[in-house]
């Protein structure tokens, strides 16, 4: 038998961030993780896709050195520091002919969870000045920075669900998507004790999904019709007297303009518009309103499904007119442990612009620049879109394009348009086998990390983030495979930094705080500082410094440090959330004219879902984790599959107005009639023949980016896509 020795860690594939104990061999090898029972926060908590973490450093797929394009077309190995060199020197002279808006860099999912990159990043873009910047974030849940700058944010922080009697969900699966919305450690039990201790659960949601099969009520409505579910439960907040009326005189305006705006909505009328039960919103009206802590909170189904702004809105003012909020005196429940040390204070930051962040793109001119960054869904028009001013380079890290920006046959041609295309990503994608240079990176457990990104999720959304002071500090534990050749993500920036004569301010943090002055920390270029000092700066100011967390591991939990408590309101101070932004409100007049989205022949309507054991495209490729579907499956209540003529196995045409698939039917009972629920991130290279299968398919091949885009983010219709099926021939 080889000995093997086990070392703590934490796992980064997803924003969960397990703590894990990862069994490594003789050889300095990883084989394996488990959750870390004796970690008082997670109490071991984590998943199979976890379990498979240290295979991911390890696998044969892993890229094990850089690779640049040959001038035959195919990659060669290429050392980093002479690809930092060709790339510096190609994007000087992409910029000096050009200007500054021929580059664009995208952040995707994985970026997030790499603090030291994610700052480093930030620093090399603000040197550069640039200014198309495009993350996975406006293909994931931009409504809720537009409906933030709309409402404005209380600067007390919101109830945590630890301590709350009532929690409602829309449009999200905390349970299998461990994303939020039910804290990330060990959802089902934190869950299962809320409910112990009298919590009641609402869910809204087309599908009776993992978590809805634990709620006290389970609203099931027609998918792209939450607008009217939320402001039919806003009114019978009001009608039935549950709203926190001392709070609102304070600290809301546009009270009467929102009771207003939902007075349409009756019981009545949502039951007729979203096919639920009339009794089903008094009914959640009156859990909600009735109880005395809780919060709501959305996730992607409803940014997907066209109305993402309006509905993130609508749970913001559900929150604040029953003033779901921390007030004066209150102690703070999660006061920090990595992040930037900051005031509590019970007032709010008021609304501030939803848009009118700098010029349109040139492919968007109606889409001013907004609070959630530039539209994603754009990007592949910005490289196609002829113009002495078109994108020629682009950055990708921690992102698949072609795996997840909607429309993979137009993501295709753009990435091979682009004169420079850059990935920094470990394993041999679609998106890095279109690219001219791959830069291969050090992996998570080989690299000093820390638990700051989910922690920083707080300035996200309310329900986001830890619901307790916990926070831990990662060590390297393994070296690369042997004879690799490999920089950390952030090293990357750095060296590009160096190479094209910027200096580099390194703020902390990796989202930025409302109403908090991030420290900064101007780095010596000539020196290239240390990953752990890195880490360092990026938790610069935290009211725990990371050094005590390095020094004693087994401390994870704060909760015994001096009591933060919300302050009073500043003296002069009247700032107000705003439940009644017209510019939001006002989709409520398109939403009542009838359903945009609706189109003659299309019969069924495609929603989204997150499958268990993958992550967006990550274990895709690992059979362990593929084992259970094989697929993507094209999910369907077996009443509409014995109608079309389907049993399970087949192959079913899902065909929209934009595109047409081919996928693997699978019985769901668990859904909603008329409806087909598929996960993204799966496929091939458009063109290529595959096996749908095996290799699944990309349901991005459905979605416009052009058609049925959201206001302000431009997010397309992801969700609640009207499909027809037909059996394959
Ligand atoms: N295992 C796993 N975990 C993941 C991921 C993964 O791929 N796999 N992805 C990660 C990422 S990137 C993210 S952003 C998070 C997302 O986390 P979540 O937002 O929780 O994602 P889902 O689990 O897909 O849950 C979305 C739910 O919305 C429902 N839905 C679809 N359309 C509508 C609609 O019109 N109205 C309503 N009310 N509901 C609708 C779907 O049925 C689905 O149950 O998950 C993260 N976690
Ligand atoms: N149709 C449809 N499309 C969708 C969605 C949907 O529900 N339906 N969901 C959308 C959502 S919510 C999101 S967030 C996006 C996801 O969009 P992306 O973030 O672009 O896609 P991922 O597959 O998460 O890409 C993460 C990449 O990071 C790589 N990676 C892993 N570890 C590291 C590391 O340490 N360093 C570096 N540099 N790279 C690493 C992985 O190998 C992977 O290729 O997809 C969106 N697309
Ligand atoms: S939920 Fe699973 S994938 Fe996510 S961090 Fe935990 S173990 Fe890793
Ligand atoms: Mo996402």
């Given at each position: 038998?080889?000995?093997?020795?086990?070392?703590?860690?934490?796992?980064?594939?997803?924003?969960?961030?397990?703590?894990?104990?990862?069994?490594?061999?003789?050889?300095?090898?990883?084989?394996?993780?488990?959750?870390?029972?004796?970690?008082?926060?997670?109490?071991?908590?984590?998943?199979?896709?976890?379990?498979?973490?240290?295979?991911?450093?390890?696998?044969?797929?892993?890229?094990?050195?850089?690779?640049?394009?040959?001038?035959?077309?195919?990659?060669?190995?290429?050392?980093?520091?002479?690809?930092?060199?060709?790339?510096?020197?190609?994007?000087?002279?992409?910029?000096?002919?050009?200007?500054?808006?021929?580059?664009?860099?995208?952040?995707?999912?994985?970026?997030?969870?790499?603090?030291?990159?994610?700052?480093?990043?930030?620093?090399?873009?603000?040197?550069?000045?640039?200014?198309?910047?495009?993350?996975?974030?406006?293909?994931?849940?931009?409504?809720?920075?537009?409906?933030?700058?709309?409402?404005?944010?209380?600067?007390?922080?919101?109830?945590?669900?630890?301590?709350?009697?009532?929690?409602?969900?829309?449009?999200?699966?905390?349970?299998?998507?461990?994303?939020?919305?039910?804290?990330?450690?060990?959802?089902?039990?934190?869950?299962?004790?809320?409910?112990?201790?009298?919590?009641?659960?609402?869910?809204?949601?087309?599908?009776?999904?993992?978590?809805?099969?634990?709620?006290?009520?389970?609203?099931?409505?027609?998918?792209?019709?939450?607008?009217?579910?939320?402001?039919?439960?806003?009114?019978?907040?009001?009608?039935?007297?549950?709203?926190?009326?001392?709070?609102?005189?304070?600290?809301?305006?546009?009270?009467?303009?929102?009771?207003?705006?939902?007075?349409?909505?009756?019981?009545?009328?949502?039951?007729?518009?979203?096919?639920?039960?009339?009794?089903?919103?008094?009914?959640?009206?009156?859990?909600?309103?009735?109880?005395?802590?809780?919060?709501?909170?959305?996730?992607?189904?409803?940014?997907?499904?066209?109305?993402?702004?309006?509905?993130?809105?609508?749970?913001?003012?559900?929150?604040?007119?029953?003033?779901?909020?921390?007030?004066?005196?209150?102690?703070?429940?999660?006061?920090?442990?990595?992040?930037?040390?900051?005031?509590?204070?019970?007032?709010?930051?008021?609304?501030?612009?939803?848009?009118?962040?700098?010029?349109?793109?040139?492919?968007?001119?109606?889409?001013?620049?907004?609070?959630?960054?530039?539209?994603?869904?754009?990007?592949?028009d910005e490289i196609l879109l002829e113009g002495e001013d078109r994108v020629r380079a682009l950055i990708t890290i921690g992102g698949n394009?072609?795996?997840?920006?909607?429309?993979?046959?137009?993501?295709?041609?753009?990435?091979?348009?682009?004169?420079?295309?850059?990935?920094?990503?470990?394993?041999?994608?679609?998106?890095?086998?279109?690219?001219?240079?791959?830069?291969?990176?050090?992996?998570?457990?080989?690299?000093?990390?820390?638990?700051?990104?989910?922690?920083?999720?707080?300035?996200?959304?309310?329900?986001?983030?830890?619901?307790?002071?916990?926070?831990?500090?990662?060590?390297?534990?393994?070296?690369?495979?042997?004879?690799?050749?490999?920089?950390?993500?952030?090293?990357?920036?750095?060296?590009?930094?160096?190479?094209?004569?910027?200096?580099?301010?390194?703020?902390?943090?990796?989202?930025?705080?409302?109403?908090?002055?991030?420290?900064?920390?101007?780095?010596?270029?000539?020196?290239?500082?240390?990953?752990?000092?890195?880490?360092?700066?990026?938790?610069?100011?935290?009211?725990?410094?990371?050094?005590?967390?390095?020094?004693?591991?087994?401390?994870?939990?704060?909760?015994?440090?001096?009591?933060?408590?919300?302050?009073?309101?500043?003296?002069?101070?009247?700032?107000?959330?705003?439940?009644?932004?017209?510019?939001?409100?006002?989709?409520?007049?398109?939403?009542?004219?009838?359903?945009?989205?609706?189109?003659?022949?299309?019969?069924?309507?495609?929603?989204?879902?997150?499958?268990?054991?993958?992550?967006?495209?990550?274990?895709?490729?690992?059979?362990?984790?593929?084992?259970?579907?094989?697929?993507?499956?094209?999910?369907?209540?077996?009443?509409?599959?014995?109608?079309?003529?389907?049993?399970?196995?087949?192959?079913?045409?899902?065909?929209?107005?934009?595109?047409?698939?081919?996928?693997?039917?699978?019985?769901?009972?668990?859904?909603?009639?008329?409806?087909?629920?598929?996960?993204?991130?799966?496929?091939?290279?458009?063109?290529?023949?595959?096996?749908?299968?095996?290799?699944?398919?990309?349901?991005?091949?459905?979605?416009?980016?052009?058609?049925?885009?959201?206001?302000?983010?431009?997010?397309?219709?992801?969700?609640?896509?009207?499909?027809?099926?037909?059996?394959?021939?």
């Amino acid at each position: 038998m080889t000995k093997t020795i086990e070392k703590k860690s934490l796992c980064r594939i997803c924003t969960a961030q397990c703590p894990i104990v990862v069994e490594i061999d003789e050889a300095g090898r990883p084989l394996s993780a488990r959750g870390d029972k004796s970690n008082p926060h997670s109490e071991g908590f984590f998943c199979l896709k976890g379990k498979h973490f240290p295979e991911m450093h390890t696998s044969p797929n892993r890229l094990r050195h850089s690779l640049a394009r040959t001038a035959e077309g195919g990659h060669a190995r290429i050392d980093p520091e002479t690809a930092m060199d060709e790339i510096a020197e190609k994007l000087k002279a992409i910029l000096d002919r050009h200007g500054r808006d021929a580059v664009a860099v995208y952040t995707g999912t994985l970026f997030y969870q790499l603090p030291q990159t994610a700052a480093m990043a930030t620093a090399f873009m603000d040197a550069l000045r640039l200014r198309l910047r495009f993350s996975s974030g406006t293909i994931d849940q931009p409504g809720k920075q537009v409906a933030a700058a709309a409402h404005g944010q209380w600067l007390g922080g919101s109830h945590v669900f630890d301590e709350s009697d009532v929690w409602m969900l829309v449009g999200t699966n905390p349970l299998v998507a461990i994303s939020g919305g039910i804290p990330h450690a060990n959802p089902a039990r934190r869950l299962e004790r809320g409910q112990a201790r009298g919590l009641e659960l609402i869910v809204i949601d087309p599908r009776r999904t993992e978590t809805a099969k634990r709620a006290a009520l389970h609203l099931q409505p027609r998918p792209g019709s939450d607008p009217a579910v939320l402001a039919g439960i806003l009114r019978e907040l009001i009608a039935q007297d549950l709203v926190d009326r001392a709070f609102v005189a304070e600290n809301v305006a546009g009270f009467e303009i929102l009771e207003q705006a939902v007075a349409r909505f009756t019981p009545e009328f949502v039951a007729a518009r979203a096919n639920v039960p009339a009794e089903g919103i008094r009914q959640a009206a009156r859990i909600f309103g009735g109880a005395r802590r809780g919060s709501a909170t959305a996730g992607t189904g409803i940014n997907m499904s066209g109305w993402s702004n309006l509905t993130e809105y609508l749970v913001l003012c559900l929150n604040s007119i029953t003033g779901r909020f921390r007030r004066a005196g209150d102690r703070v429940v999660n006061p920090g442990v990595l992040t930037t040390r900051r005031d509590f204070r019970a007032q709010p930051l008021p609304p501030y612009p939803i848009d009118g962040y700098g010029k349109p793109l040139r492919s968007r001119p109606l889409l001013p620049p907004a609070v959630c960054g530039l539209p994603t869904s754009a990007l592949a028009d910005e490289i196609l879109l002829e113009g002495e001013d078109r994108v020629r380079a682009l950055i990708t890290i921690g992102g698949n394009p072609m795996r997840a920006w909607p429309d993979p046959i137009r993501t295709k041609a753009a990435l091979e348009r682009l004169e420079l295309h850059v990935v920094v990503e470990p394993r041999w994608t679609d998106t890095a086998q279109l690219a001219d240079y791959v830069l291969a990176p050090k992996l998570p457990l080989e690299t000093p990390g820390s638990t700051l990104s989910t922690e920083n999720l707080f300035t996200v959304s309310p329900a986001l983030g830890y619901s307790e002071p916990y926070g831990q500090y990662a060590a390297p534990i393994v070296a690369p495979p042997e004879g690799a050749e490999l920089l950390e993500d952030w090293e990357f920036f750095f060296g590009l930094a160096q190479r094209m004569g910027l200096a580099l301010e390194l703020p902390a943090g990796v989202f930025p705080i409302p109403g908090v002055r991030t420290p900064k920390t101007k780095l010596d270029m000539q020196r290239k500082p240390a990953s752990e000092e890195v880490l360092d700066l990026v938790t610069k100011g935290s009211r725990i410094p990371l050094e005590r967390l390095r020094r004693d591991p087994a401390k994870v939990l704060f909760a015994d440090e001096a009591p933060v408590v919300v302050l009073p309101r500043e003296a002069g101070n009247d700032a107000k959330l705003d439940v009644g932004s017209s510019r939001l409100l006002g989709d409520l007049d398109a939403f009542v004219a009838g359903d945009p989205f609706e189109r003659a022949g299309y019969a069924y309507r495609l929603v989204s879902r997150r499958m268990a054991n993958t992550f967006n495209s990550v274990g895709t490729d690992i059979d362990a984790l593929t084992r259970r579907y094989g697929t993507n499956p094209a999910f369907v209540h077996p009443d509409d599959l014995a109608r079309e003529g389907l049993v399970r196995g087949d192959l079913v045409r899902i065909a929209s107005p934009h595109g047409e698939i081919e996928a693997v039917a699978w019985p769901d009972p668990d859904l909603r009639p008329g409806l087909v629920s598929m996960c993204h991130c799966w496929g091939s290279m458009p063109g290529r023949s595959a096996d749908v299968r095996k290799s699944g398919v990309n349901i991005g091949l459905l979605i416009s980016v052009e058609q049925d885009c959201a206001r302000f983010s431009g997010i397309p219709l992801m969700s609640a896509i009207p499909v027809r099926l037909a059996r394959a021939p």
